[in-house]
């Protein structure tokens, strides 16, 4: 019965390194949300789920992010040779379909810091 | 290019007094709209919502107002309570997608 949930918390990393965020979401919810807020600035959508599969890509910075989900539950969204630009705060969010307008449950957010 | 503005940051109003909290958005496609409250550490919390067809919506002490023609949407809270002090977003959705669009936020105090 818990909610969203994301992992790691906090990540620290160097410039040119990798980096993979985790978020389950809560069970059953079909449609599954990535966002990232920038300090200072409101949520920007990256990417959203239904199922496994993407019909919305549209929000993904550049070709150095992707998102995966598998089973319909946990996703996973990797960041390649991360750029200081990439520091903000990464929230997951899932709902119990993707009909419009349905309310979006976020996790806490992974704070992402590259140095 | 911001579509969603919430043009203060910062918000103080004393207990038992109305907050009220002030979203502009600028396309003309976004038929849906939502309020989410956000503490420090945590991530949003949906609030209330209010559809295109509707101008008002009230849920217990909040009430949205939506002033379609002046493409607006405000938030009032009556009464303020100090647990109501947090980080105020407003979303919008067009009717198909799930492309929500948040503004910046606004950050309301409520003093005792």
């Known amino acids: 019965g818990a909610g969203v949930s994301q992992s790691p918390s906090n990540k620290v990393t160097e410039k040119g390194k990798d980096v993979e965020l985790r978020c389950d979401p809560i069970s059953g919810h079909t449609a599954l949300y990535w966002y990232r807020q920038r300090l200072g600035q409101g949520l920007e959508f990256l990417i959203y789920?239904?199922?496994?599969?993407?019909?919305?890509k549209s929000g993904l910075p550049s070709d150095r992010f992707s998102a995966e989900r598998t089973g319909g539950s946990v996703s996973t969204l990797t960041i390649q040779r991360t750029q200081q630009e990439d520091s903000a705060v990464y929230l997951c969010a899932s709902s119990p379909s993707d009909r419009v307008g349905e309310t979006q449950y976020f996790g806490p957010g992974t704070r992402l810091l590259v140095l | 290019d911001q579509q969603v503005k919430q043009n203060s940051p910062s918000l103080s109003v004393q207990e038992g007094r109305i907050s009220i909290l002030n979203c502009d958005y600028t396309?003309?496609?976004?038929?849906?709209f939502l309020w989410y409250k956000k503490y420090p550490a945590e991530g949003p919390t949906f609030l209330i919502s209010?559809?295109?067809?509707?101008d008002k919506n009230e849920d217990g002490r909040f009430t949205v107002f939506l002033n379609k023609s002046a493409k607006h949407l405000s938030l009032h809270i009556v009464p303020s309570q100090p647990g109501d002090s947090a980080v105020y977003f407003c979303?919008?959705?067009?009717?198909?997608?799930?492309?929500?669009?948040f503004g910046p936020g606004t950050r309301l105090s409520v003093l005792p």
């Open positions: 979303a919008a959705n067009r009717n198909y997608g799930q492309n929500f669009v």
């Open positions: 396309n003309s496609m976004f038929d849906y």
């Open positions: 209010i559809s295109s067809i509707k």
């Open positions: 789920f239904q199922g496994n599969s993407a019909p919305d």
